[in-house]
Structures are given as C-alpha cells and as structure tokens.
C-alpha cells in the first residue's frame, strides 16, 4: 500500500523587500494581539488575578473582614495536619476510581458504536447523549435527587413495580457516593464522547483497510490500531475526567451536602465550608493550592505516561 | 497550550476563593440608606416590612430598604458580598450562624446599645439575648426565638382515640406506637406515630432537646460535655423506640419530616411555627404541645433568628440601625411582630393578652420556659453540629453508642478549642 505524497506547506516568498516584511509581521502580531485581547483581559481578571489573589491569602489569616494578618506557611501547615482531611482526600479518591473510568469507559463505548456508519439514526443519538452535557449541574442534581427520592421518585417507583428496592440512596452512607458520582458520569459522559468521536474520525480509513487485508478481526483492529491512534485523545480525555473529578463539588452541594455523615464530603466541600461556612479564607485558599498542586502533578504523571506510549508508537 | 491549560482549569477550585476585602461604608448628606436583608418570606415577611415601612414614615433621617432572601441564600452571599463592600447594612441570620461573622469581625458591636435604656433590650428573653454573644459581648438583637414543639395531627390522634397529649418519654413513645400503623403486615409502617429524623433536624434542635430532657447536654461553659452516661442512656433508649419500635421512620432529615408530616403519613413532627401553616396548606388538624420531659428535664433546643449590624455600616449607618432596633423592639411591635409572625414575643414584658388573637402563640408563649439557646457563644457550630449529626446518624444506624459518643467528644471539643 502506498502512502499518498507528504504535502509539505512552503510559505509564499515575500513579494517586497525585507522591511515590508518585517512591517507586515509586526502588523500581524499587533492584529493578532488584537484579536486576543478580549480573552486575554477576561482570563487576566478572573482566572490570573483572582489565582494570584488566592495564592496571597493563603497565607494570612483572611476571613473577608478586616485587614488580613500574614501567618506564614501556618495554613499550610494545618492542612496536613487536619483531621478531616484525610477523610475528604480519601472520599475524593473514592469518587475520582468511581467516575474516571466509568465516564471515560462510557464515553468511549458509545462513541465505537456512533462511529459506525451502518447505525441508524445516528446524529439523533449523538445529540441525545450530548444533552446532558448541555444541563447546568445544579438542574442535573435537583432533577435527579427527584427521581431517586425515596417516597416520591419516579425511578424508584418503576424499580418497585420490578420488585428492586433502592432504598433510600442519597442517606446511605454506602451508596450515596456512588449515586453522586453516577449523576456525574450522566452530566460529563456526553463531552467525552464528542471528543472520541472526533478522535475516531480523525484515524485513517486507510489503516483498517490494511489491517482487514492482514486478516485482522475487528477485535484486534480495535487492539491495534483504534486504541494506539486514541491514544492523545484518550491522555486528554483521562486528564480532563480525573480534572473534573478532583473538583467534584456542584451535584454533592445540591444532592447530599456532604452527608451522610460525611461519606460525600470530598476536597472542594471542604474547601467551601472553610471559606464559606467557617469563614477561614486563609485556609480554604492553602487547601486550594494544595489541590492545584496535587491535581497538576497528577495530570503531569499521565501526560507523560501517554506521552511515552506515543513515542513507542512512533 | 494543553498543560497551562489544565493548569487553569485545575485551578478552579482557587478560583471559588478569590474574594478579597475591600471595605466599604460610610453615607454622607441626605436621609442614611440602610440595606436591610432577611428571610421572612410568610405571613412573618409582611409583618416585617410593615414595621419598616412604619420606622420610615416615623422620622426623616433613615431610609430602610429590605431586601428580601431565602436564609441559606443570605448565608451564602453575605461573605461575598461585604468582601466587595456591596452588604446590607443589617441582616437577620439564623441565630447559631452569627457567632461565626462577629468572631472574624463581620458585625458591631453593641453593649452600648443595650446599656442604652431607649434600645428595648432590657426585658429580652434570656435565651435569645444569649444567642447574640459571643465572649460577652453583644453583636446583634433577636429576631427570634421559639422552643421547638410536637405538632400534632388531631386527626390521626382521634382516629386511634388518643385523648390526652402524653406528657412524659414513655407516654410520648406509647402513644407513637398507637398511632403507627402497618396495615399490610410487611413490616414497613404505612403510618408512623412520629417522625424523629436522625440528622439535619429543624433548627439542629431535636436531639438537643432529647439530651437535655435526660439531663444532658453538647457544649457546657466552652466545654464538650456530649459524652456522657445520660446522653448514652438517651441514645438507647430513642434507638429502641424508633429502630425497634418503628414509631418513626429511619434516615429522614428536618425536610423529610416536614413533608412525612404534611402528607398525613406521621401523627407527630418536632417543629417551628411554620409548621402551623404548612398543616393548613395541606388540610392536617392540628395542634401544638411542648416535648415531653424526659426522666430528668423538660426542655427544648429553640430556633433563633438574629440580626446585626454589618462591618459595611459606617458609624452613621450603625447609629441609624440601632434607631432601628429599637423601633422593632418597641412595645407596640414587639406584640406586633409576634402576633404576625406566630413567634412568641421577644420581650417577656409583652403581656399574654397583646398576643392572645393568635392561637399559635399563645400555646407556643406558653411553653417558651422550656426553650434553650443552641449553642450560644460557640464560633464554629458548623464542626460541632456535624459532629451531633454524625452521632446520632450512625447511633440510629445501629453502631456502639460509647464508642460514637467518645467520638463525638474529641470532634467537638476540637472544634471549641480552634
């Protein structure tokens, strides 16, 4: 099999000499700053400064009155010494082993079987399973609360007349995180997908060819071409699942406030009852760093282990 | 691109916090403009904005503008907003959150006020006066303040020809039994006698007010005193009743049992005034009772509302709000406020006739001996009150009450000693 001929882009010679060049080039970057302006300034002000705002007053004792005392590495300090903690880091893991591979699991699942051109009505499906996506978390979480109610949910009533007992989910120190981390997967699957899907498309029809012609079954085609092209798509993906994950905060807010007894109460719940409720800004931003912190590395860690499949492949 | 990227994302989380401080405060010239934010949103809320409306008309200085939210929205958006110097001049909180504001500096202080003869505040009832201190001094004035009651479905009660409201634990709990019904046989009650939730109780109040019935108790002079033999006893003696008994259903928060209560499907909730109009909404008879006394006491953890002055106030603002405060405590509006919002009135000066056209104040006037401040002067009663939910939870779910209760302890006394 012949591959078609690199096409290898050669920029145009410029047509006037070089000082019209270096104008025109400086023109572009003026342009192009131009252009980036408005994103800039939003991500300046309220994803830049407010980072840097946070970074300050972990280390003062800041409770949003008054003038703040600079306390040093003290909150720092409390962070890895605080009790709860270590129940909410435990929790979070919990929940990122219960949504990670489930959504991504999902996600990819569905978007083999959409890739296939034989399936029919299939922009119909691929919208559907996008709409989740679309709800605000808050609505997701208040809709499913509903459902699974114990005395008035809809599914738990069709489970009844199936003779399956839900019991009462949400105050089940055992099966409420489970429950939260379902409705996540529900919410965010349907992002993953597209991207998948994308992912999918973006494989040459060529190499399946090729290996159908090697006699490779469908199984191995999968093995051995689809997952190892995925593979960028499938590190962004895994990042992207194990990000939201770690931050995990909105449909626990709403569903279980943590309870019960603490059984849902992951990093984020934390961080809000410090800020919000106890009114340690100090704390709540230490704790806040020490997420970002964690979550980077973790992130840096799969980067490379996917980043190192790749230079295999190649 | 990717990494920082995600670096940014990652850093949601920071993002939540970046509110910072920027005070705020201070008119000058013309009538003072308060802000005045609150969460009366019944019959109570039009109350309310009459005896506003009123203190404006009554002079040319002050202006009040309510501002009218849910109480979970005024305690999420409070932070936020005096950060921006964007708060409300006062504010009415649910009383145990206000110790946690006025220890980081979010309220005035006002001992001046109440040494004051013209503010009101002389015969304030004991217990809600307490709710608004911290480390003795005074940081706002009571909006509210009701021991929590039985409230009764009368229909239900005659149904099983139940006569006489009991008036002990042990009368309380056979008669709960009488009234819970399983029809079926299969061992899950269609009618419960009571409904007893085992967590997020209304106010934090109910399993206070089984403590103290037996003689117990959460917080003493600073200290933790949740682990002890009477509230040991306590635990049993309600996990037999409601596990074994099944006179309440299990794992039902305040919320739960409101609605249980409302749907006619429990005889019997521990709640606040309001319950009196969620009954008529709903067509339940209904009458109030006090709790019980258990074998040593009888009492009942009250729900407290309070409101202060904010740190967005300047002095100006801070001496119109204390006009304020004394027009709503003033003879005629504190029988009015309480005839209207069905509270008992917070002056025990008030005389019974004032409030007698409002039968729901008068049962709850009262027995408002029986009302005990929840946890007053303690800053961080959210550890706290998660640690009594904790215990009691996990204490209905079947675990080793000592165990639970030394538990409970360590929490809470960490979370004093902070």
Redesign the interface.
Known sequence: MQHPPARRYRPPAPLGGRRRAQDGSMRRSAKAFGFLAPALIVLGLFVIWPMFSALRLSFTDASGFGEPEWVGLENYAEVFTDPDLLKAVTNTALYTVLFTPTAVLAALGLALLLNSPHLPFRGFFRTALFVPFVVSFAVAAFAWSYLIDPHVGLLNYWLRGMGIQLGNVLQDPQLAMPAVAFVAVWKLFGFYFVIFLAGLQDIPASLYEAARMDGAGPLSRLRHVTLPLLSNTMAFVLVFAMIAALQAFDQIYVMTGGGPYGSTQTLVMEIYESGFRKLELGFASALSYVLLIATLLLSLVQFAFFGRKEKDLA | M??TR????????????????C?GGGDTGGPVELTFWHGYTEADGDVLEGIVDDFNESQDDVTITTEVKTWASI??SL??A??AGEGPDIVAMPAERLP??AD???FAELDDFYADESSNTADLVEGAASMVEVEGTKYGVPTGFVPLAVYYNTALFEAAGVTEFPQTWDEWVATAERLTVDEDGDGTPEQYGAVLPD??TVANGLWPSLFYGNGGNIVEDGKAVIDSPENAATLEYWRTAIVDGQISPT???GI?AD??FS?GKAAMTVGGPWMASIAEENGIGYEIAAIPAGPEAQAASAIGVSMGIT?DAGDEAQAAAEEFFAHFLNDENAAAWSLGSGWPPLRTDVPTEAVSANPVVVSLTEMSDLGRPLLPGVV?S??VL?AV??LT??AMAGEDVDALLAEAQAEIQ?ALDE
Request: avoid cysteine.
């Open positions: 990717t990494r995600i670096l940014l994302s990652a850093g949601g989380a920071a993002l939540a916090l970046a509110a910072t401080a005070g305690d999420d932070l936020t005096l950060s946690v504001y980081k500096g979010a967590h997020a794992g039902v928060d739960g609605e249980l749907a740190v961080n959210v550890d998660a939910d904790e939870q996990r960490a």
